[in-house]
């Protein structure tokens, strides 16, 4: 079973919609979750993270974690054309440092 | 804001040569990573250090290493590159366990 899971997609959504980005992970005691947004062609870049359960929002982006059902979302509200990207969701777990698991990726495509 | 720089955005080697990557940041932090990323396969750690001349072996170490000789470089060795090592490298720094990583732009390799 791997690490982390994430749905390769592709998502199509059209503009202005709200865009759902799930993940699940397998390791328990996992403690710190992360989003990325990574361009075609480009390294990731860190867009949200989230520690304890419940929404974190920042802008038109909320992370939502579960950690009894062991998964983290991210939801994209009013999704603009620029938001089309691949979305890695990334865990962290104690026992393994400071060292991510990173799921392979969701393909956002918003449609203008 | 950290700043992680590799050297090369593209890069063609040849078959049998030894191939060094680097990647320098500009803060003070202690952990510092490498990964592949390839379609499908998603981020794989091959390498990762956690100060000056330490390193740790990541999911996939077979046919590279690592040297950190200054806590700001740390740099990947191919050894003798094969054409199974065509891969987007990607280094990565790491505050402590509660942040995210901050990749570097990242170095698309191409062994023929």
């Known amino acids: 079973q791997k690490e982390v899971e994430q749905n390769s997609g592709p998502l199509s959504v059209p503009e202005g919609a709200i865009a759902s980005l799930n993940c699940t992970y397998s390791?328990?005691?996992?403690?710190?979750f992360f989003w990325y947004r990574q361009y075609s062609g480009k390294s990731p870049e860190l867009i949200m993270s989230?520690?304890?359960?419940g929404d974190k929002e920042d802008g038109r982006f909320t992370a939502q974690l579960n950690k009894a059902s062991q998964y983290v979302s991210l939801l994209i509200r009013d999704s603009q054309p620029s938001d089309s990207a691949t979305y890695l969701c990334?865990?962290?777990?104690?026992?393994?440092?400071?060292?991510?698991?990173f799921g392979t990726g969701t393909s956002l495509t918003v449609i203008p | 804001d950290v700043k992680v720089t590799q050297s090369s955005r593209y890069l063609v080697k040849r078959t049998g040569e030894k191939v060094f990557l680097e990647c320098v940041q500009d803060?003070?932090?202690?952990?510092m990573f490498w990964y592949r990323q390839d379609p499908g396969l998603g981020l794989r750690l091959i390498y990762f250090?956690?100060?000056?001349?330490?390193?740790e072996k990541g999911d996939i170490p077979e046919g590279y290493s690592v040297s950190r000789e200054k806590k700001e470089r740390f740099s990947l060795i191919l050894e003798s590159a094969s054409t199974n090592q065509t891969s987007m490298y990607l280094c990565?720094?790491?505050?402590?366990?509660?942040?995210?990583?901050?990749f570097g732009s990242g170095t698309r390799l191409t062994v023929v």
């Open positions: 990565a720094t790491r505050q402590g366990w509660q942040f995210g990583y901050t």
């Open positions: 390791d328990r005691v996992s403690q710190s």
């Open positions: 989230i520690y304890s359960n």
């Open positions: 990334a865990v962290n777990t104690y026992n393994t440092g400071n060292q991510f698991y």
């Open positions: 803060m003070d932090h202690e952990n």
């Open positions: 250090s956690y100060d000056v001349k330490m390193k």
